[in-house]
C-alpha cells in the first residue's frame, strides 16, 4: 500500500505518534463520571448563529422526560478543535505535493475549519495511506483526554480507501464505531470532491468504504457529514461549518435513567428564547447511547 507523505506550504502537518490505546478509558476527560454532553446549534430564520441565550432558555428532554442542566458552555466560550485529514489517490488529489486548484482549495478548506481553534490539534493520515481509522482513533484519544467541556472533531477526507487496496478487504472498524457512540464530543466529515457537490450514496465494500464509515461515525457521535466540491461550493461549506462550530453551546446533565441497557435514548432539545429574539431553529444531537454494565 502506498504511504507517502503529503506535503503542501498552507498547512503545518502533526502526525500523530502515539500508540494505539482504548478511546473508551479516554473518552471521559475532565467531565465528572456520567456527565451527558448536548452540543447544541440555534439560529435564527435566516441561519444566522444566536449566541447571546442563556442556560435558563435551553430545556433538555431525555425520553420526553426533563433533566436538570448542571453544566452549561455559551457559545462565545473556546472550543477545542480536532482535525483529522485523510486523502487517497482515487480522489481530487493524484500524487503528493499536487499544486492546482483543487489541491489549493482542499488544503484551503482545513485552514478555514482550524480557524475555529487555530492552535488545535490537526492530525494526517499518510497521503494513500490505509491506516485512516487508526488515525482517527488516536485523534478521538487525545480529544478525550483533554479537560475542555467544549470540543469537536472534523474529518476532512475524499471518502476512498487507498488506490493499492481492494474494496472488500476493507473491515469493519469495530472499534471506532462503537467509540463514536459513546464519544463526549460530534464528529463533523466533510466529505472533499472534484465531481459532486451532495454527499454520494455510500455503500459498503465499495471504493467509498471510508466514506460509507465515516458517514457512521459522525451519526453516531451526534455530529453531520457535508459535502463540498472544488472549483464549487467546499470554501462555502467549510466556511459554514467554522461558524457553526465557534458557535455551539455545550448542555451537561446527569440522567435520571440509571440503567445501562446498551441502548438509545431520545434527546429533546427546547429553546424559549428571551423577547428580543425573533423565533429560532435548534439543531442538536438528537440521541445517545448507553453501553451495557
Known amino acids: 500500500m502506498r504511504a507517502q507523505p503529503f506535503v503542501s506550504k498552507l498547512l503545518l502537518v502533526v502526525l500523530l505518534v502515539s500508540g494505539f490505546s482504548c478511546v473508551l478509558v479516554a473518552m471521559q476527560g475532565g467531565s465528572p463520571a456520567g456527565l451527558i454532553l448536548v452540543p447544541v446549534s440555534v439560529t435564527d430564520a435566516k441561519n444566522v448563529p444566536i449566541t447571546t441565550l442563556k442556560q435558563e432558555h435551553f430545556q433538555v428532554l431525555e425520553d420526553n422526560k426533563e433533566q436538570k442542566i448542571t453544566q452549561f458552555s455559551s457559545a462565545s466560550d473556546p472550543l477545542t478543535l480536532s482535525v483529522v485529514l485523510g486523502l487517497s489517490a482515487n480522489g481530487p488529489i493524484k500524487t503528493p505535493g499536487q499544486k492546482d486548484r483543487a489541491s489549493v482549495e482542499l488544503l484551503g478548506a482545513v485552514d478555514k475549519i482550524r480557524e475555529a481553534n487555530p492552535n488545535g490539534p490537526l492530525a494526517q493520515n499518510p497521503f494513500d495511506g490505509d491506516g485512516m481509522f487508526e488515525t482517527v482513533i488516536r485523534s478521538m ?99 459554514d461549518l467554522r461558524d457553526s462550530l465557534k458557535t455551539l453551546y455545550f448542555l451537561g446533565y446527569q440522567s435520571t435513567n440509571n440503567a445501562k441497557d446498551g441502548k438509545w435514548r431520545k434527546l429533546t432539545i427546547k429553546v424559549t428564547p428571551p423577547a428580543d429574539v425573533a423565533k429560532v431553529k435548534v439543531n442538536a444531537k438528537p440521541r445517545y447511547f448507553v453501553p451495557k454494565g
Not at 483533554?146 to 488506490?163: E, T
Open 141 to 239: 484519544n487525545d480529544l478525550g483526554k483533554n479537560p475542555s467541556p467544549k470540543k469537536a472533531m472534523v474529518i476532512v477526507s475524499d471518502g476512498y480507501i487507498a488506490s493499492g487496496s481492494q474494496a472488500s478487504s476493507l473491515a469493519m472498524p469495530k472499534t471506532l464505531i462503537e467509540n463514536s457512540k459513546v464519544a463526549p464530543f460530534p464528529i463533523y466529515f466533510l466529505f472533499a470532491s472534484s465531481s459532486t457537490n451532495s454527499l454520494p450514496g455510500f455503500t459498503e465494500g465499495s471504493t467509498y468504504g471510508v466514506g460509507y464509515y465515516l458517514q457512521q461515525v459522525a451519526d453516531y457521535s451526534g455530529g453531520e457529514s457535508l459535502a463540498g466540491q472544488t472549483e464549487n461550493n467546499l470554501t462555502k461549506v467549510s466556511t
